[in-house]
């Protein structure tokens, strides 16, 4: 192996970081397509962006290259913040309909 790999990073291949990605990946699809409960799709959402960020560090430390760790970083402040959006607007939501099933938002047109 590459003797610019981390020894720790080399005990697992790369294979089973893809796999792992690609399972919580459609996890995220599923829950996003078969569920009605506000929180639980955006929840669902935000597993997706964790399993592209699990891909991304886990390519860039099988190429030791730093910027795919740096790029994971700004996903997760911009997560960070579409977290903070997304909350206050799922409470709004809650407020004025009274349960946070997607199905029911038809309600809060004009």
Same mark, same amino acid.
């Given at each position: 192996?590459? *003797?610019?790999?981390?020894?720790?990073? *080399?005990? /697992?291949?790369?294979?089973?970081?893809?796999?792992?990605?690609?399972?919580? $990946?459609?996890?995220?699809?599923?829950?996003?397509?078969?569920?009605?409960?506000?929180? #639980? #799709?955006?929840?669902?959402?935000?597993?997706?962006?964790?399993? /592209?960020?699990?891909?991304?560090? %886990?390519?860039? %430390?099988?190429?030791?290259?730093?910027?795919?760790?740096?790029?994971? $970083? $700004?996903?997760?402040?911009?997560? %960070?913040?579409? /977290?903070?959006?997304?909350? %206050?607007?799922?409470?709004?939501?809650?407020?004025?309909?009274?349960?946070?099933? /997607?199905?029911?938002?038809?309600?809060?047109? $004009?």
């Amino acid at each position: 192996m590459d *003797q610019n790999i981390p020894q720790v990073i *080399q005990t /697992v291949p790369l294979q089973y970081y893809v796999f792992f990605a690609t399972a919580l $990946f459609s996890i995220g699809v599923l829950g996003v397509l078969t569920r009605r409960n506000a929180i #639980i #799709i955006f929840m669902s959402v935000e597993l997706m962006l964790n399993a /592209v960020n699990v891909l991304l560090v %886990a390519f860039s %430390a099988f190429r030791s290259d730093p910027n795919g760790q740096v790029f994971v $970083f $700004f996903i997760m402040a911009v997560a %960070a913040a579409e /977290v903070a959006v997304g909350l %206050a607007i799922i409470v709004m939501i809650y407020r004025n309909i009274q349960s946070t099933d /997607v199905n029911l938002l038809s309600r809060l047109k $004009f």
